[in-house]
């Protein structure tokens, strides 16, 4: 008798809903688009190459579109080194 509460608690612990996993950018595309669910849950898509093309995709949807933080940035080669 003294084992039921244990066993409830184990069985409440294992049909608990797991944790989210860690949602991943794409690094092809410059352009992402960030989607509120209900809930309050949002997802981010990064598919998109111009701002006109993700606006499209957002217009009347909870939405807004965002640079891509990890997209590959433009080559600093073309700047004159800092004079010191």
Request: net charge positive.
């Amino acid at each position: 008798m003294r084992a039921l509460p244990f066993l409830v608690i184990a069985c409440i612990t294992m049909s608990a809903p797991a944790p989210a996993a860690a949602q991943r950018f794409s690094g092809n595309y410059p352009i992402c688009l960030q989607k509120w669910e209900w809930g309050g849950a949002t997802t981010i898509w990064c598919q998109y190459s111009s701002w006109e093309e993700c606006k499209a995709t957002a217009a009347g949807l909870p939405a807004m579109c965002l640079v891509n933080p990890y997209a590959p940035g433009p080559s600093r080669s073309d700047r004159a080194p800092r004079q010191r």
